[in-house]
């Protein structure tokens, strides 16, 4: 079973920045998972911010382009996503998910709120 644990979620003021990070445990073979991370807003559906396959390959949102970065260490089976220039319409819990072919595990989830 394929565990993944977000951290480093928080409050931040606009404009400011945070790394989050998604450590996976049980994959065996963590190279081949797609990673992705997603967010969900108050009463709305979760949507993609961004993800990486195992090669490097990115694909992002229209929203975050610029502003995230994802990035992956596959020794470490973690999986980054590093935000600048926060705004207040980024507040939302982020999710971690890994994927590989009909396989899809989500983490718990960390929450971001970005006000002054």
């Known amino acids: 079973q394929v565990q993944l644990v977000e951290s480093g979620g928080g409050l931040v003021q606009p404009g400011g920045s945070l790394r989050l990070s998604c450590a996976t445990s049980?994959?065996?073979?963590?190279?081949?998972?797609?990673m992705g991370w997603y967010y969900q807003a108050p009463g709305k559906q979760r949507e993609l911010v961004e993800t990486?396959?195992?090669?490097?390959?990115?694909n992002y949102a229209d929203s975050v382009k610029g502003r995230f970065a994802i990035s992956r260490d596959n020794a470490k089976k973690t999986v980054y996503l590093q935000m600048n220039n926060l705004k207040p319409e980024d507040t939302a819990i982020y999710y971690c998910?890994?994927?590989?072919?009909?396989?899809?595990?989500w983490g718990q989830g960390t929450q971001i709120t970005v006000s002054s």
């Open positions: 998910r890994a994927s590989r072919g009909e396989y899809a595990y």
């Open positions: 049980g994959t065996i073979f963590f190279s081949l998972y797609t």
């Open positions: 990486i396959t195992g090669d490097g390959s990115t």
